[in-house]
C-alpha cells in the first residue's frame, strides 16, 4: 500500500478565514512534505518534516504554518491567505530509514485544490 | 543553473505507438537518485520509475523503462505502446546524495503529452 490521503480535495476559503490541509499516511515513513503546484509548473517544495522535526522550510511565509502532531500525519495551518496562494497543494512521503536516501521515493496524495477570494 | 531540465513542452503520439520523453539532469554528487512523476489532469502526482545512480542496467516498470545514459547525463523516459490513459504530464525529479534524511525532490518543468486514437 503506497497510499497517502489528504483532505479536503477542494478548499475555498476567504482571506480572513482559517482553514487546516491534512494528510495521513500509514506506510511507516519518516519524512514527510508539503509542495505547492501552480497550473502546469512543477511542484515547489515548501516543508520537510523528518522523524516529526521541521527540517527544512524554503522562506514560506507565516499565513502558512505545518504541524507534524505524530509520525503519521502532517498538517498545514492556513491563515490570511492571499488570491496568489490559490493552488494545488500535495503532502508526499518517504521512507527515509536508512540504506541510500536516494532510493527513498515519495510517494504523493491527491492533492487539495485550494482557491482565496 | 537548471539541475532537471525537461525540453519538451509537449508530445503528441498515437494510441499504440512508443514515445520518449527526455530529462537531463546536473549534479556533482555521485549519489543521486532519479525519479519519473505522471500527473493527469486531476492532480494526483503519481510514481512510475527510480533509476539509481549506481544501477548497472537500465530500470524497467512494464511499459514504462528509463534509458539511463550517465556520461550524458540523461534520464529519458519511454513509454512503449501508448494509451489513452498516459495522455498527462509527465515529471522528471532528481534527489541528491544518502546523508541527509528528509531531502526534497528537484523537479524539472515537465512534458505533456496527448495520445489520441
Known amino acids: 500500500d503506497t497510499e497517502v490521503t489528504q483532505t479536503p480535495k477542494h478548499l475555498v476559503m476567504g482571506m480572513t478565514n482559517k482553514k487546516s490541509l491534512k494528510c495521513e499516511q500509514h506506510m511507516g515513513h519518516r519524512a514527510m512534505y508539503w509542495y505547492k503546484q501552480k497550473a502546469k509548473k512543477p511542484p515547489e517544495l515548501m516543508f520537510v518534516?523528518?522523524?516529526?522535526?521541521?527540517?527544512i522550510n524554503e522562506s514560506v511565509p507565516s499565513r502558512f504554518s505545518p504541524e507534524c502532531p505524530n509520525s503519521s500525519l502532517l498538517n498545514l495551518h492556513l491563515h490570511a491567505l492571499q488570491p496568489e496562494d490559490s493552488a494545488l497543494y500535495l503532502c508526499a512521503s518517504s521512507q527515509d530509514q536508512g540504506g541510500s536516501l536516494a532510493k527513498n521515493i515519495q510517494y504523493f496524495g491527491a492533492g487539495t485544490r485550494l482557491s482565496v477570494l | 543553473a537548471q539541475k532537471i531540465t525537461q525540453t519538451q513542452p509537449g508530445m503528441f503520439v498515437q494510441e499504440k505507438e512508443a514515445v520518449t520523453l527526455d530529462c537531463t539532469y546536473d549534479t556533482s554528487d555521485p549519489s543521486y537518485g532519479l525519479f519519473w512523476y505522471k500527473q493527469p489532469s486531476s492532480g494526483e502526482m503519481i510514481f512510475l520509475i527510480y533509476?539509481?545512480?549506481?544501477?548497472?542496467q537500465n530500470a524497467t516498470e512494464g511499459r514504462y523503462s528509463l534509458n539511463f545514459q550517465k556520461a550524458r547525463k540523461s534520464a529519458n523516459l519511454v513509454i512503449s505502446a501508448s494509451q489513452l490513459g498516459d495522455s498527462a504530464m509527465y515529471f522528471c525529479?532528481?534527489?541528491?546524495?544518502?546523508?541527509?534524511?528528509?531531502?526534497?525532490?528537484?523537479f524539472g518543468k515537465g512534458t505533456t503529452l496527448s495520445v489520441s486514437s
Open positions: 533509476q539509481g545512480s549506481y544501477d548497472q
Open positions: 525529479a532528481m534527489r541528491e546524495g544518502e546523508r541527509q534524511a528528509g531531502t526534497a525532490l528537484i
Open positions: 518534516y523528518s522523524y516529526e522535526k521541521l527540517s
